[in-house]
Antibody
Framework: EVQLVQSGTEVKKPGESLKISCQGS????????IGWVRQMPGKALEWMGI????????RYSPSFQGQVTISADKSITTAYLQWSSLKASDTAMYYC????????????????WGQGTLVIVSS | DIQMTQSPPSLSASVGDRVSITCRAS??????LAWYQQNPGKAPKLLLY???KLESGVPSRFSGGGSGTDYTLTISSLQPEDFATYFC?????????FGQGTKLEIK
C-alpha cells in the first residue's frame, strides 16, 4: 500500500524551531516528488514547495521561500519541513503529498496525501 | 505565478442533483489540472487529473472537462457522501497553485 505517514501534533512557542516529517512507504521514494501544503483553519490549500528525493531538487513558492526549508533523507524514505523561528501565523495543518512525475520530469498531481500534521504556535 | 479562480465558493444542492464547479486559470495550463475532494478533518483525496482522467476507484458520476484556461468538475447525481469541499490545482508550472475551494452543502 502506498502511504505517507506524518509526525504528530506540535505545540510550540513563537521563536522556536521545528522540523516535521513525512515517511513514505510502498513506492520508490526516489522516483516521485514529495510536496508540502499548508491549510490554515477554515481556509484553502496553499502549495508551499516540493522536493525530488532522487536528486534533492527543491522548488519553493515565493510566498514560503526563506520562511521554511524542505529536505529529504532517501535512506529512510522521509521528507521534512522545518522552520528556524516560528510565528503565531504558522499555526495550521501541514500536509505532505506524493507528486507524480509528468512531462520533462516536472511535478504533477498529488496522490496520496499524508494524514496531516497540526502545528500550533502560541505563547 | 498562475492564479486559479474557483467558483462558486459554496453551493447548496440536493441528493440526485447535477452540479458543476469551475476553475479559471490566469493563463493557459494545457489540461494540467487536478481536482480534489476534502472532507472535514481529513486530507484531500485525488478525484481527477489531466483535467478529465478519473483516478482509480473514483465513482464515474465525477467527470472533468475544459481546455485552455477554463475547467469544470461535474458530479452527475449527487450522493450523500459527496457533500464536501472541492479544490482544483494547476500543475502546469511551479509554484503550483490551488483554487480557493467550493463547499458543497446539502440543501
Amino acid at each position: 500500500e502506498v502511504q505517507l505517514v506524518q509526525s504528530g501534533t506540535e505545540v510550540k512557542k513563537p521563536g522556536e524551531s521545528l522540523k516535521i516529517s513525512c515517511q513514505g512507504s510502498g513506492f520508490s521514494f526516489t522516483s516521485y516528488w514529495i510536496g508540502w501544503v499548508r491549510q490554515m483553519p477554515g481556509k484553502a490549500l496553499e502549495w508551499m514547495g516540493i522536493i525530488y528525493p532522487g536528486d534533492s531538487e527543491t522548488r519553493y513558492s515565493p510566498s514560503f521561500q526563506g520562511q521554511v526549508t524542505i529536505s529529504a533523507d532517501k535512506s529512510i524514505t522521509t521528507a521534512y519541513l522545518q522552520w528556524s523561528s516560528l510565528k503565531a501565523s504558522d499555526t495550521a495543518m501541514y500536509y505532505c503529498a506524493r507528486g507524480e512525475v509528468v512531462v520533462a520530469a516536472t511535478p504533477g498531481w498529488f496522490d496520496p496525501w499524508g494524514q496531516g500534521t497540526l502545528v500550533i504556535v502560541s505563547s | 505565478d498562475i492564479q486559479m479562480t474557483q467558483s462558486p465558493p459554496s453551493l447548496s444542492a440536493s441528493v440526485g442533483d447535477r452540479v458543476s464547479i469551475t476553475c479559471r486559470a490566469s493563463q493557459g495550463i494545457s489540461n494540467s489540472l487536478a481536482w480534489y475532494q476534502q472532507n472535514p478533518g481529513k486530507a484531500p483525496k485525488l478525484l481527477l487529473y489531466g483535467a478529465s482522467k478519473l483516478e482509480s476507484g473514483v465513482p464515474s458520476r465525477f467527470s472533468g472537462g475544459g481546455s485552455g484556461t477554463d475547467y469544470t468538475l461535474t458530479i452527475s447525481s449527487l450522493q450523500p457522501e459527496d457533500f464536501a469541499t472541492y479544490f482544483c490545482q494547476q500543475y502546469y508550472s511551479t509554484p503550483q497553485t490551488f483554487g480557493q475551494g467550493t463547499k458543497l452543502e446539502i440543501k
